[in-house]
């Protein structure tokens, strides 16, 4: 293992705490008949999907069954989204569909999760999945002058994707992105521990941990709101061994380790956040930004907490959208002198 992966595992492993308002894989093997509540919520995905102008492929790569969406023209720019820890592709369903008219976005479920299948022994830690989305990467030909982003986990993916990926990554955009901070100071990073309270486990719980979560959740329908629920329900326990490992992990790793990763970073890169975030606080916006070569200032969103995809999709794509379209013509700077974005 070189020295990145070595730093990223231990950071990241620390990192994964993240327990996101979204949709766990409804058709396992261990439960492959769909309820009413699981239908009803994979008819409302698939219109979504199409109202955003995203189909849902499968590709085999190796020993992993990979689900995505996909969007846009292949002869434009590839934009990859990922989705945060406990999430999905349908996270980013929304912002998407401001980006499919220019760009060919591919919206990977990560292994396990979503509807991806990984075999049962599958190293889930971080650098072993960057590993895996780079050979997906790789399989479907988009792997030259990526434009990666990613929410919360997903932008720590995205950052060691970027960091040990150079000459390929065209661009970064970290939208509240986890990490190991200094400035970290809300409950959640200074005691994993207390991640255990947005975990639903009962009938109830969905409006209060939604609204920790979320400054300003998008409304559903009560059918909609019950069958996410009920999913969300059935995951708590391995939530809770998850935050477990997390806690002890916490206990050893430093900001030092998140550190030198984001240094190796050459992407110009954009730094959005929830000014409300309740899971990191805005301040390490500023932190994150000081150890990247080329960040811009970061943007940050009144009224929005953790989730600015869902809750700011438009917002979030209104930034996107100029800084990828100045970047697409940048030149990499390992290979030139370093062109500044301004």
């Not at 720019?77 to 406990?86: E, K, N």
Request: with cysteine; glycine share 4%.
């Amino acid at each position: 293992m070189t020295q990145t992966r070595k730093y990223f595992s231990h950071f990241v492993t620390a990192m994964g705490i993240l327990i996101t308002m979204s949709l766990p894989n409804v058709a396992s093997a261990k439960n492959p008949q769909l309820s009413p509540e699981q239908i009803t919520l994979q008819n409302f995905l698939q219109q979504e999907r199409e109202d955003c102008g995203l189909k849902t492929k499968t590709l085999k790569v190796g020993d992993i069954f990979w689900s995505y969406n996909e969007g846009g023209s292949s002869q434009k720019p590839t934009v990859l989204l990922i989705h945060g820890f406990g999430g999905n592709r349908d996270n980013w369903n929304r912002v998407a569909s401001y980006l499919t008219p220019n760009y060919h976005v591919i919206v990977p479920d990560l292994p396990i999760y979503g509807d991806t299948k990984v075999p049962s022994n599958f190293d889930i830690a971080v650098p072993n999945v960057t590993s895996s989305l780079r050979q997906f990467a790789e399989a479907i030909d988009i792997e030259n002058k990526l434009n990666i982003a990613g929410h919360s986990l997903g932008g720590s993916i995205a950052t060691l994707y970027a960091a040990q990926y150079p000459f390929d990554t065209q661009s970064l955009f970290l939208l509240n992105s986890a990490g190991i901070y200094k400035k970290a100071n809300t409950p959640y990073t200074r005691d994993p521990h207390f991640l255990k309270h947005i975990i639903m486990s009962k009938p109830g719980d969905y409006d209060e941990v939604r609204h920790e979560i979320m400054q300003n959740p998008p409304k559903l329908s009560p059918e909609l709101k019950h069958a996410k629920e009920q999913l969300l329900i059935a995951q708590s326990g391995i939530n809770n061994l998850v935050i477990e490992q997390i806690s002890t992990l916490n206990r050893i790793y430093t900001p030092e380790t998140f550190a030198r990763i984001t240094r190796n970073v050459e992407a110009p890169t954009l730094i959005l956040w929830g000014k409300q975030d309740k899971i990191f606080n805005v301040e390490v916006a500023d932190e994150l930004k000081s150890l990247l070569k080329r960040a811009e200032a970061p943007v940050i969103l009144n009224n929005v907490g953790h989730m600015p995809l869902l809750e700011a999709d438009k917002q979030v794509a209104n930034y996107y959208l100029p800084f990828l379209a100045k970047t697409q013509n940048l030149k990499n700077p390992l290979a030139d002198q370093l062109i500044p974005l301004h």
